[in-house]
């Protein structure tokens, strides 16, 4: 099954916005990523993707949140200013 047809078909999301916010920066700390606001949060194929420091360039953080379980699929960054 396709990650496309996985969105559109599963119902009943067991992760919401803020818990996917909590989990991401809950792993940053843990990882010694640094946190920074403002952040963003969308949906992404059913998962959760939270990105950091989100009006500036450089020095950003993207978490990417399972939308069922709330596992930490990809921790990535910062990125390079």
């Not at 949906?43 to 950091?52: E, K, L, M, P, S």
Request: glycine share 12%.
């Amino acid at each position: 099954m396709s990650r496309l047809s996985r969105w559109l078909f599963q119902r009943g999301w067991e992760i919401g916005r803020d818990q996917a916010l909590d989990i991401a920066r809950a792993t940053c700390d843990a990882r010694g990523v640094p946190w920074q606001e403002p952040t963003k949060v969308y949906r992404h194929y059913g998962d959760w993707a939270v990105w950091t420091y989100a009006n500036h360039r450089g020095g950003n953080v993207s978490v990417i949140v399972d939308g069922r379980n709330g596992e930490v699929k990809l921790l990535t960054g910062p990125t390079p200013r």
